[in-house]
């Protein structure tokens, strides 16, 4: 099965080879593959495309609640996905979302899924979000319209849809006690900055408490500093501001998120200019 996807999946990147270069918008994104959808998990896939081959398949710039943390989200997340797999049948489509490499790290295609309804588009990515059972998750390398996928997220934490009705997604408190009860999960973690440092090597700490071998913080690499200092964010400036990050939470001096990609944080209120006397 292994080498069956690989085959499948080098035929899709081929045929990107093919397209133009740049972001595409949905309406004129070349199709990688067709078929219909199993569900694995609520932001997960195989398809069993047209011409026999099946691939797995990931939906780009989303993930769903884990059932470690929220066993009923993940069920209805799952079943939400499903029901569209369902309605879509074997007209499901796959685009493309990367820019580089196509596979995530385990091997599955990372891509946009749609499928016509009433004259209209339906993308399983967005109907999730509006409905609550997922968060942005930008990856580094995708093409995504992040601004449109953070308003459609807002609306649904606004409204209670979901996962968010269910208290499974919130807007953590920075608090180290009170986040360690969410370590090895996807989250989105809100506080001020308390102060920033840099390694050695040039990986750049944003710290959210008075110790940081304890507080919350969220760590970006050289390479990644860089790709903020592309989007205009230079981390080490953030002493002061409030912000919202998202990630992946794991123990690393306390809780942590690495930021790897800019859409990963949002600044609510930037720091106040210092004039140097």
Known sequence: MA?????????????????????????????????????????????????????????????????????EAATAARAHLEALLDEAGGSLALLPAASGDSLDRYGRLQARAVFPRSGARVELGESLLDA??????????????????????????????????????A???SDPDRLAQFLDSAQIVEGRV??????????????????WRTDFTAAATRASRNRFEQAGVQLETLDGAVV??????????????????????????????????
């Open 3 to 71: 080498q069956r996807v690989r085959v499948c999946v080098g035929a899709m990147l081929a045929a990107l080879m093919l397209a133009a270069c740049g972001e595409r918008s949905v309406e004129d994104a070349p199709v990688l593959a067709r078929g219909a959808g199993d569900a694995s998990s609520g932001h997960a896939f195989t398809l069993a495309g047209a011409d026999g081959t099946d691939a797995r398949v990931i939906l780009a710039g989303i993930v769903t609640p884990g059932a470690d943390m929220s066993p």
């Open 132 to 169: 609550g059972w997922a968060l942005v998750w930008p990856r580094q390398g995708l093409d995504l319209p992040y601004a449109d996928l953070m308003a459609r997220e807002a609306e649904a934490r606004r409204e209670g849809r979901g996962a968010w009705g269910l208290g499974a997604f």
């Open 171 to 173: 807007i953590r408190d």
């Open 194 to 211: 308390t102060s920033t440092g840099e390694a050695r090597n040039g990986r750049v700490f944003l710290n959210f408490g008075a110790d």
């Open 244 to 277: 919202r990050v998202r990630g992946w939470v794991y123990e690393e001096n306390g809780p942590m998120i690495a930021l790897t990609h800019p859409a990963q944080l949002e600044i609510l209120d930037a720091p106040e200019p210092r004039t140097l006397r």
